[in-house]
């Protein structure tokens, strides 16, 4: 195959049993998205540049796709699905708040690929957010939707970890962290799960002086339990943001106590490396990181950015997250026994009687059963290899007899088992099956 | 708002009504191909720039979206689902044919947008392909699944028109149009259902002489019938690829007749402004047109394409079409009465009960109902206002009586009927109505 029509770089195609496992992924998380009261939007994968490059670090703005259309005009492929939210409901008078909304769909990067961990330059992002709710019950809800995502989908026992962009703040400020570092500190910190806390300091070290290191990693690190982590940061964090942080993870604490939410770790650590969090920070990790050590799901609260659309100082409350589906996959690639490989449920062999089999086939079909049939009228046993090796579990087959008796053979490929039933009684007797 | 933050041009926000009907035709098309035994993949939105642009005639190479990655890899946005398809298949090993597949997901193109025809820059296709089968069974299959899935969507009446790439060289060949200008030829005669037969004789005596023109639009107009249509063709059409054409087209109306697919027009004219095509060509229109003119599902047979993509001679036999999702959309918004403004079933309202009620939500939808509730602890009042202009059908008020009796004040929105109902019967309760 000649080189210029290979696939492009960092992407990939998703078929088989790939395929089908990422559809059965999309409909549990659209069910328990719904479940929740979060409706359906979908926003363009493209946007003015303005509006994907507004407020990302210089870390980001590199791995932003840009292009121009026919008129120059400057757009951008998304890069998230926070952003374009921002600035649907900063454009849509519409919009009624509360407003509960979820998507899936791609999102680009330009970045380093990391296939093994599922990391590609095009990418499907879940989101669901809740804009126009202050109050903590809001991160409260979600958290208690996360835990159903992750049970509907029987990924396995989680760690949600949660902190606040604002005591961070005060833990940067206590530390003497100058601000224009701030960021950057931030940056580094986000980086724990994948270079450890050594990394980190070693990174952290080149930043900052020795003395605010010492301070700050002793007071970033969780105490043995929730309450001994707030109780120590309650009594060194002075700036009124620093507090009101507090106060929001002890709502925050509160409320997800209050729905038996028992495995909430706070960890002051906890970073996120982009700059529009205003406050309660999220990741969410398998307890069991053998396959997917990142985290699978990961967001916050975002207070300012919808305002900042609309060109005014206005706080709009805003907080949500993001599951990534690729990294959902590859968990359940891992655990699951019985991914399908076809959702088809019969595959009809004609013996001489395709123009009949046709009929018979949408008949089937007409009565909800998944059929395919031989379209090629191949060899019998050409045609039963084939269907078995595209996972379907049973074939039919069709010849003059079976035509003259209104009945189809059908054999069960695993078993072997065969049986001739009437054509009006086959899908009773695949769905008993 | 700031004005660079404005949606891009050509492209649009879905929400509301319009999300939730995108998603129920996605999941009625899926649930079609499906029972036809076609299986998901998904290709990546980013292909390499040489692969998207390959085939296309000039006019489609200025709607390509190109890009480049921090590599300077010259990339494009997909322009169709169809080159990524060959693409995929030509470079993909463990393909078994024949390959039959469905894609569900939005394509790119640069060009003039016309909302009120539902085109935009960036749009869904839900395509279906079968590869690997040369016999006009593939496409005799392919209108059956085309009948099932209007049904099933409800879109009302349909005409289905086919044509053949192959005959209808043959009849350009026949009333003398050079080799030179065939494809143009075929690209205005593609505008037959914008502009008319009188626009195309326009444009055509443009491109053609008069004894040309005054030779094939008589030839290429169906006459009463597709037996009429094609008894007169076999009367004049000489060439080889031209008789293979009318053979196939006369296969495929037998298969479709066996089939009862009665409403299958043969329709001469048709064109497909596509380079691509080598035989079968199709095109299904609503009956009514009021609402969209163009065709709601194109496409046809393209048996060179993977074999080029392989750097090979080799024929694979590969026929497919694609559905315009906005297209469909636009139908059913126009012609149902009853599209779901929310899948929320039920909005809790607490009165001074919010934790308690956070629990009671999630009991309510561990048993299957999608429940919202009131984050804001508003007035009541306003809650309902609220929950009723999100289209949500019940309330359920959750005072301190409510609790002490395990109940729920349930409301329905439309019949303002009221009763308390046991939290462990709202849902059967609910499901009841």
Same mark, same amino acid.
């Given at each position: 195959?000649?080189?210029?029509?290979?696939?492009?770089?960092?992407?990939?195609?998703?078929?088989?049993?790939?395929?089908?496992?990422?559809?059965?992924?999309?409909?549990?998380?659209?069910?328990?998205?719904?479940?929740?009261?979060?409706?359906?939007?979908?926003?363009?994968?493209?946007?003015?540049?303005?509006?994907?490059?507004?407020?990302?670090?210089?870390?980001?703005?590199?791995?932003?796709?840009?292009?121009?259309?026919?008129?120059?005009?400057?757009?951008?492929?998304?890069?998230?699905?926070?952003?374009?939210?921002?600035?649907?409901?900063?454009?849509?008078?519409?919009?009624?708040?509360?407003?509960?909304?979820?998507?899936?769909?791609?999102?680009?990067?330009?970045?380093?690929?990391?296939?093994?961990?599922?990391?590609?330059?095009?990418?499907?992002?879940?989101?669901?957010?809740?804009?126009?709710?202050?109050?903590?019950?809001?991160?409260?809800?979600?958290?208690?939707?996360?835990?159903?995502?992750?049970?509907?989908?029987?990924?396995?026992?989680?760690?949600?970890?949660?902190?606040?962009?604002?005591?961070?703040?005060?833990?940067?400020?206590?530390?003497?962290?100058?601000?224009?570092?701030?960021?950057?500190?931030?940056?580094?910190?986000?980086?724990?799960?994948?270079?450890?806390?050594?990394?980190? @300091?070693?990174?952290?070290?080149?930043?900052?002086?020795? #003395? !605010?290191?010492?301070? +700050? /990693? *002793?007071?970033? &690190?969780?105490?043995?339990?929730?309450?001994?982590?707030?109780?120590?940061?309650?009594?060194?964090?002075?700036?009124?943001?620093?507090?009101?942080?507090?106060?929001?993870?002890?709502?925050?604490?509160?409320?997800?106590?209050?729905?038996?939410?028992?495995?909430?770790?706070?960890?002051?650590?906890?970073?996120?490396?982009?700059?529009?969090?205003?406050?309660?920070?999220?990741?969410?990790?398998?307890?069991?990181?053998?396959?997917?050590?990142?985290?699978?799901?990961?967001?916050?609260?975002?207070?300012?950015?919808?305002?900042?659309?609309?060109?005014?100082?206005?706080?709009?409350?805003?907080?949500?997250?993001?599951?990534?589906?690729?990294?959902?996959?590859?968990?359940? @690639?891992?655990?699951?026994?019985?991914?399908?490989?076809? #959702? !088809?449920?019969?595959? +009809? /062999? *004609?013996?001489? &009687?395709?123009?009949?089999?046709?009929?018979?086939?949408?008949?089937?079909?007409?009565?909800?059963?998944?059929?395919?049939?031989?379209?090629?009228?191949?060899?019998?046993?050409?045609?039963?290899?084939?269907?078995?090796?595209?996972?379907?579990?049973?074939?039919?087959?069709?010849?003059?007899?079976?035509?003259?008796?209104?009945?189809?053979?059908?054999?069960?490929?695993?078993?072997?088992?065969?049986?001739?039933?009437?054509?009006?009684?086959?899908?009773?007797?695949?769905?008993?099956?």
């Amino acid at each position: 195959m000649p080189k210029e029509f290979k696939i492009a770089k960092g992407v990939k195609d998703w078929y088989g049993k790939d395929a089908i496992l990422r559809n059965e992924i999309k409909d549990a998380l659209k069910r328990v998205f719904e479940r929740y009261g979060y409706n359906p939007i979908e926003t363009p994968m493209i946007e003015r540049a303005e509006t994907v490059k507004f407020k990302g670090g210089e870390e980001i703005q590199k791995e932003i796709f840009t292009l121009k259309d026919q008129g120059k005009r400057e757009l951008a492929l998304r890069f998230d699905q926070t952003l374009p939210l921002a600035r649907f409901v900063a454009s849509n008078k519409d919009v009624k708040f509360p407003f509960k909304r979820y998507v899936i769909g791609e999102v680009f990067r330009d970045g380093p690929t990391q296939p093994e961990q599922g990391r590609y330059r095009v990418f499907t992002q879940c989101d669901v957010d809740i804009l126009g709710v202050k109050d903590m019950i809001a991160e409260a809800e979600l958290l208690a939707l996360a835990q159903d995502c992750f049970k509907e989908l029987e990924l396995g026992n989680i760690t949600v970890k949660i902190n606040n962009r604002k005591l961070l703040d005060g833990i940067l400020e206590y530390s003497g962290v100058p601000d224009k570092d701030k960021f950057n500190a931030i940056i580094i910190l986000d980086k724990m799960d994948k270079i450890g806390i050594e990394g980190v @300091k070693k990174e952290i070290n080149s930043l900052l002086p020795k #003395n !605010t290191v010492d301070k +700050l /990693i *002793p007071t970033i &690190t969780k105490a043995k339990n929730n309450n001994e982590t707030y109780k120590k940061l309650t009594e060194i964090i002075s700036s009124k943001n620093g507090k009101q942080g507090l106060n929001e993870i002890k709502q925050l604490l509160d409320y997800s106590k209050s729905m038996g939410l028992d495995f909430i770790e706070f960890d002051p650590s906890l970073a996120r490396g982009l700059d529009y969090y205003t406050g309660t920070t999220i990741e969410v990790y398998l307890k069991d990181k053998s396959v997917v050590k990142s985290a699978v799901l990961a967001g916050g609260r975002f207070d300012n950015m919808i305002g900042a659309f609309m060109g005014i100082k206005k706080e709009i409350p805003a907080v949500g997250f993001s599951f990534g589906l690729e990294r959902i996959a590859m968990i359940l @690639k891992d655990i699951k026994k019985n991914i399908k490989l076809s #959702n !088809t449920e019969l595959y +009809l /062999i *004609p013996i001489n &009687t395709a123009k009949e089999c046709l009929k018979i086939a949408c008949s089937l079909r007409n009565n909800g059963l998944n059929v395919d049939m031989d379209l090629k009228e191949k060899r019998m046993g050409q045609a039963i290899t084939y269907a078995d090796s595209l996972g379907i579990p049973y074939v039919g087959i069709i010849g003059e007899d079976e035509l003259k008796e209104n009945s189809i053979t059908i054999k069960n490929l695993k078993t072997r088992e065969q049986n001739k039933i009437k054509i009006n009684e086959v899908c009773k007797y695949l769905k008993a099956k």
